[in-house]
């Protein structure tokens, strides 16, 4: 059975640092064809992150791009997101997603949460100012 499993989040003040980690389950890193982070705050729709597909090549939204670091450790099945420059509006449950099959380009897939299969319960990241 596959599974993700987030962990690192926490309350961290405005300009502050985090890296969330995804531990994955249930079969190899390298048969997921693209894994993302997503983000969900109270009354907001679920939006993507950041990607990377098993070639390493990766996209980030606008809002987190020189802030947000994604990266994979294939040894370990692990997905990891960097975060620093932290502000109130990065507050929400992070979530990260697995997608097995097809590739699909990490520019296009990050806008497009329905194309990953696997989903981990997520982890609060909670920023104050």
């Known amino acids: 059975q596959v599974q993700l499993v987030e962990s690192g989040g926490g309350s961290v003040q405005s300009g502050g640092s985090l890296r969330l980690s995804c531990a994955v389950s249930?079969?190899?890193?390298?048969?997921?064809?693209?894994m993302g982070w997503f983000r969900q705050a109270p009354g907001k729709e679920r939006e993507g992150v950041a990607a990377?597909?098993?070639?390493?090549?990766?996209s980030y939204a606008d809002s987190v791009k020189g802030r947000f670091t994604i990266s994979q450790d294939n040894a370990k099945n692990t997905l990891y997101l960097q975060m620093n420059s932290l502000n109130p509006e990065d507050t929400a449950m992070y979530y990260c997603?697995?997608?097995?099959?097809?590739?699909?380009?990490?520019?296009?897939?990050?806008?497009?949460?329905?194309?990953?299969?696997?989903w981990g319960q997520g982890t609060q990241v909670t920023v104050s100012s």
């Open positions: 997603a697995a997608r097995t099959g097809v590739r699909v380009a990490v520019t296009v897939i990050l806008f497009h949460p329905y194309l990953f299969g696997y």
């Open positions: 249930g079969w190899p890193a390298y048969s997921s064809s693209c």
């Open positions: 990377i597909d098993n070639d390493g090549r990766t």
